[in-house]
């Protein structure tokens, strides 16, 4: 964009995922919390009928961070710091447990990145302005998930369940680990920002192989989707040399 290169749907369609969290008190304790990742996941509400608009992937929480139990702790009374705060990390956390889900996010137009004509750096080139919005189909993804997600865990015996609504900054809000979109991939310049092929739409020799293509983020990690695909652009663009 600094560049002038690209049509009016480069940068457009920024989208990442949608997250919910739902916890619980369980005893005896389930998980240690020691290390990441989770230990059961379930496919059964991507593209179901559950949940609705492609729904989501449900796993158990993965290990929250000491900074994250401080600042937002998982279950009302706990102290948010000194001997009691490090006594409930040791002790009180392991009775906790959680699902987590994952869904997808529908993309909006109006939701991009932008130039940002007042923040440039030192060689006065312009900085990234990031606007988010929420589509309302999103949302009922969210409360799906959460829905879904509180069946499993009272059916598990936890008591005290709970959504645990994350609160949301504006940068937070915008970007994640999980952007995508901004240069989403489609045969007509009218709709998309790339061709099939990842090639900018209106130049003959850029293209894009990230995460930037994703037209829509689908319900799972999207690590692998972006490397199978950065492989595909590849191979067209050697397909094409010179």
């Known amino acids: 964009m600094a560049s ?3 049509n009016d749907h480069l940068g457009r369609y920024l989208h990442d995922h949608r997250f919910t969290t739902v916890l619980g008190v369980i005893d005896p304790p389930a998980k240690t919390w020691i290390g ?3 230990s059961v996941a379930t496919l059964e509400h ?3 009928d559950t949940i609705p608009w492609g729904g989501g992937v449900l796993v158990d929480l993965m290990t929250l961070l000491p900074l ?4 937002d702790p998982p279950t009302d009374g706990v102290p948010g710091w000194g001997l009691e705060h490090k006594r409930w990390m040791r002790e009180g956390r392991r009775n906790v447990f959680g699902v987590f889900g994952m869904g ?6 109006t939701s991009r990145v932008t130039l940002a004509e007042s923040a440039r750096d030192r060689w006065g080139a312009p900085g990234a302005r990031l606007r988010k919005d929420t589509h309302p189909a999103s949302l009922e993804i969210e409360a799906g998930m959460a829905r879904e997600s509180i069946t499993w865990l009272e059916a598990s015996g936890a008591t005290e369940v709970a959504r645990r609504m994350q609160r949301r900054t504006a ?3 915008a970007a994640g680990e999980h952007s995508s979109g901004t240069a989403r991939m489609g045969e007509d310049p009218a709709h998309a920002a790339t061709g099939a092929d990842g090639r900018l739409h209106g130049a003959r020799r850029v293209y894009v192989a990230d995460a ?3 037209p829509t983020n689908g319900s799972v990690n999207p690590t692998l989707t972006i490397v199978a695909n950065c492989l595909r652009v590849a191979d067209r663009i050697l397909a094409d040399w010179p």
């Open 4 to 6: 002038g290169l690209g």
């Open 36 to 38: 990441p990742g989770h």
């Open 46 to 48: 991507v593209h179901a």
């Open 68 to 71: 994250t139990m401080a600042s």
């Open 104 to 109: 997808q996010e529908v993309p909006l137009a």
């Open 171 to 173: 940068t937070a809000s």
């Open 212 to 214: 930037s293509l994703h």
